[in-house]
């Protein structure tokens, strides 16, 4: 089947204008010699003149371009804001590792401190012991367990604190301890004999 023909539509306005048709809805009514003067002021105000719009134009565009650099800039100022943040967070949980290592460590030194301190006063009691009651005058006070086991050692290896030991066995002589020595060259012949029976014994 064929389709029937039909007339373009944008031609229609040739047909109106010759006869009384329509009831002008819709549309403008007016006589030829109105008409072209009309159209031409109904135009006319509605146009805006091209400078106008031109300056309308850059004016847009100017704003378009501020706003567009200030929201660069405000996503660049929050990405350094956020950086930032994030280095101090890690600055933050790093010094506080540091924080909890160093205080552990403080905790393992002062129980060892401690535990030396008791060995240092045992030691020290040990030499003070040692040491004859009479010479404990001597040690100087107000200072620290290193300082005296130190100051005490010092003392003993220069000799402070030795005594002459009296220890006497039975059944020997008294008196002398050593026997004088005695020049055999001045001595007579019954001086001499008598000296070596002595020590035979």
Do not use: C
């Amino acid at each position: 089947m064929k389709s029937p023909f039909r007339l373009k539509l944008s031609n229609l306005q040739y047909f109106a204008d010759g006869g009384e048709g329509g009831t002008g809805e819709g549309g403008q009514t007016t006589t030829e010699g109105e008409g072209g003067q009309a159209a031409t002021s109904t135009q006319n105000e509605h146009m805006i003149p091209k400078s106008r719009f031109d300056e309308v134009n850059t004016e847009l565009k100017d704003l378009k371009a501020q706003l567009e650099s200030f929201t660069k800039a405000k996503a660049k100022d929050e990405k350094a804001k956020a950086e930032k943040l994030g280095e101090f967070e890690q600055l933050y949980r790093t010094a506080d590792e540091e924080l909890k290592t160093f205080k552990s460590q403080h905790e393992t030194a002062s129980q060892r401190v401690t535990a030396l301190e008791g060995i240092l006063g045992g030691m020290l009691e040990t030499k003070m012991s040692a040491i004859p009651e009479e010479f404990h005058e001597l040690i100087p006070e107000g200072m620290s367990l290193e300082q005296k086991l130190s100051w005490l050692d010092k003392a003993q290896a220069k000799g402070m604190f030795k005594t002459q030991s009296d220890e006497v066995v039975i059944g020997e002589s008294t008196n002398r301890k050593t026997e004088p020595k005695v020049d055999v060259k001045q001595m007579s012949p019954m001086e001499k004999l008598l000296a070596s029976y002595g020590k035979q014994k």
